[in-house]
């Protein structure tokens, strides 16, 4: 049984109801921590809740609403202060990109891309800033991406999102080192989850062939030659989350099984 170091602390996680996000909290919540997730699929949202409350009574809270819009990214913060009392840790895992060939997306797609990652986690961290300024303790993570180190295929659009999410950590990280704030971000490569592979399996044989081919281009990239688990991402957020990492700030955190090194 892992000990409780988070017992006491207030997380809010968005992007709750997705698969990592879901994996982020539940490993939060085995060590202790209160939990507020926020995701815009409700219905998803409601049943992540009810999985992680079953042996968590009244510790799993969560509010529903799109957090690329900045009213809705405030009204989960100011609720999980509200409701909670403080607010300790947040967790940017909001996201999700478009991911195609670059002359094949559209304005549409490049604003979601840009929408779900960038601006979710800026509307998401401004609004918690003053709550953590304020209380002189805070750990800002923010899910970035390996392919803003790698250059991998298909994801230029979805790099320029993610690439402002890592560039926005570690700007902040400065801003705030002497205010008990540490900004850091945890950046996964290709990790692997029931959803996706279903997704997989149900796509029509020419498009699974696609993507045979583009997550075996993937695969190539890493030396450990396999994809990361949930848990692998959720173990780095909770170390860079937890009040040991104290003096780690502004760092990005691969966890990418050797896909790029430094």
């Known amino acids: 049984m892992r000990a409780e170091r988070f017992t006491g602390r207030v997380a809010v996680v968005t992007g709750g109801a997705s698969p990592i996000g879901f994996g982020i909290a539940a490993r939060l919540a085995d060590?202790?921590?209160?939990?507020?997730?926020?995701?815009?699929?409700?219905?998803?949202?409601?049943?992540?809740a009810v999985e992680l409350a079953s042996d968590r009574q009244g510790r799993i809270r969560t509010v529903s609403g799109d957090l690329s819009e900045r009213a809705d990214a405030e009204r989960l913060i100011?609720?999980?202060?509200?409701?909670?009392?403080?607010?300790?840790i947040l967790v940017n895992c909001a996201g999700g990109g478009v991911i195609l060939p670059t002359p094949e997306h559209t304005e549409d797609t490049v604003r979601a891309t840009i929408d779900r990652n960038l601006w979710t986690t800026l509307h998401c961290t401004l609004?918690?800033?003053?709550?953590?300024s304020g209380a002189?303790?805070?750990r800002i993570v923010n899910i970035g991406a390996e392919s803003v180190r790698n250059g991998l295929y298909r994801h230029a659009?979805?790099?320029?999102?993610?690439?402002?999410?890592?560039?926005?950590?570690?700007g902040l990280a400065r801003e705030y080192a002497e205010r008990g704030?540490?900004?850091?971000?945890?950046?996964?490569?290709?990790?692997?989850?029931?959803?996706?592979?279903?997704?997989?399996?149900?796509?029509p044989e020419a498009e699974r062939r696609d993507m045979a081919e583009f997550f075996a281009q993937i695969r190539s990239t890493i030396p450990m030659g396999r994809p990361g688990t949930v848990a692998e991402v959720?173990?780095?957020?909770?170390?860079?989350?937890?009040?040991?990492?104290?003096?780690?700030?502004?760092?990005?955190?691969?966890?990418?099984?050797?896909?790029?090194m430094l």
């Open 31 to 48: 060590e202790g921590a209160t939990l507020v997730l926020g995701d815009v699929d409700t219905d998803r949202l409601r049943t992540a």
């Open 78 to 88: 100011a609720t999980a202060a509200e409701t909670a009392g403080r607010l300790d």
């Open 127 to 132: 609004a918690v800033l003053p709550i953590m």
């Open 136 to 138: 002189g303790y805070g």
């Open 157 to 170: 659009v979805y790099n320029a999102a993610k690439g402002g999410v890592h560039a926005f950590a570690t």
């Open 181 to 203: 704030i540490t900004v850091n971000t945890v950046a996964p490569a290709w990790i692997s989850t029931p959803e996706a592979d279903a997704r997989i399996v149900a796509a």
């Open 234 to 260: 959720a173990a780095a957020v909770a170390f860079v989350a937890a009040e040991e990492a104290s003096y780690v700030t502004g760092q990005t955190i691969s966890v990418n099984g050797g896909s790029s």
